[in-house]
């Protein structure tokens, strides 16, 4: 009986002592932190200074290899006057080559084959926006009835100098905030425990689908794209 009766004393002193080390290996400090979070934002607008053009070559023939045949010759010419404009090998992407069979549906009656539709879709960045609109121009005269442009897109090439333009903004914002309210609460900032940030640019696409006058160059509208960086930042305040 006594030996049973020291077991169950021993245990419950160590026990015990694994409780207390438990409690005392938390922080004080993480227990007893107290903070306030603030998130803001900061914007720039910014002038884009590159284009994308979204082009698809498309032709119709009586057999699939001469409209493949055809699409690749017009194809060859749009890259041609590319090279002319000064557009980069490797701002020039396909990206998609298709062949496929195209039906007529009359009101009445079974669909009838009209040829096979062969086409070639472009990707081209051009880094210089102001050239634009000749770009667009030339490729029309080279692609002539075979071409579509499916899209315009004036966008940033390099957004470095404007998230930092905008991230400023939001920390300065983020500042103010914090100093009001610890002003209010009464309580002091003492650091800064915790940063978040997301960066959002935002295009405005111009989507075009005609072809120029004979007597005027097609110009781009470039705009201003706007640029904005949000914060979240909590400070242990004292």
């Known amino acids: 009986m006594k030996l049973n009766r020291f077991r169950t004393i021993t245990a419950s002193v160590i026990a015990l002592t ?5 409690g005392l290996s938390v922080p004080a400090s993480a227990a007893d932190t107290r903070y306030i979070t603030i998130s803001a934002t900061g914007t720039t607008s910014v002038v884009p200074d590159a284009v994308r053009i979204n082009a698809t070559v498309s032709v119709l023939g009586i057999t699939s290899k001469g409209a493949l045949s055809t699409a690749s ?13 000064k557009v980069a090998a490797k701002d020039i992407a396909t990206q998609s080559i298709t062949v496929y ?27 210089s926006a102001t050239t634009a609109g000749g770009v667009v121009d030339a490729v029309f005269d080279a692609g002539g009835d075979n071409l579509q442009v ?34 209010l609460l009464g309580v002091k900032l003492v650091r800064i425990i915790y940063l978040e940030e997301t960066s959002t640019p935002t295009t405005y696409p111009i989507y075009s689908a005609t072809t120029k006058a004979d007597s005027a160059q097609t110009v781009v509208d470039l705009g201003e794209q706007k640029v904005s960086v949000s914060v979240t930042v909590r400070w242990a305040i004292g």
């Open 150 to 183: 499916n899209g315009v897109t004036p966008f940033v090439l390099d957004s470095n100098k404007a998230t930092e333009t905008a991230r400023t903004a939001a920390v300065k914002k983020a500042n103010a905030k914090a100093a009001s309210y610890a002003k």
């Open 73 to 85: 010759k017009t194809s060859s010419d749009v890259r041609s006057v590319l090279t002319a404009n």
């Open 101 to 127: 069979p195209e039906y007529s549906y009359p009101a009445s009656g079974t669909p009838t084959l009209s040829g096979y539709r062969a086409t070639q879709s472009f990707d081209i960045t051009i880094r």
């Open 18 to 22: 694994l409780i207390l080390g438990v």
